[in-house]
């Protein structure tokens, strides 16, 4: 078997990037965190997940994220799999966060009645996905007949 463990961002400021996750997923914990050098730079790290996935957040990031509407090389998005989109909409909207569109409904964002998700960016502009899919079936869960 394998899964996915982690994902490990450069981000500006931890605290702020701790905002939006910690608001997605109030079960996750910082697991550890501390102090490295990377090339000549100290930076701090964090990890915020549960026991068996997390985030890994580096400060000292510079510039901007890739402009997701362009054709450069890099990151599009993440998703993570909910049995609970509103909860995490609503917690989001409390913490201060809006999706891509600007206001969330249970079917702005689904692309078919197998699934709802909706998109967010973080505070860095990295493009985080939530599914919720209606489906226990694989085959059902995504439509690959047609193009986006």
Partial sequence: MLHLEHLNLVVKDIPRALAF??????????????????????????????????????????????DLKSHTLGLAHFAFVTTDLRGIVERLAKAGFADTAGKWSLHSRTHDEKRLNTYYFDPDGYEIEFVQYLSDVPAERNRYSESY
């Fill in 21 to 66: 996750y910690q608001a997605a997923f109030p079960h996750w914990v910082i697991r550890g965190q501390g102090d490295t050098r990377w090339y000549g730079k100290t930076r701090h790290w964090l990890h915020l997940g549960d026991d068996y996935q997390y985030l890994t957040f580096n400060d000292q990031g510079e510039g901007e994220n890739r």
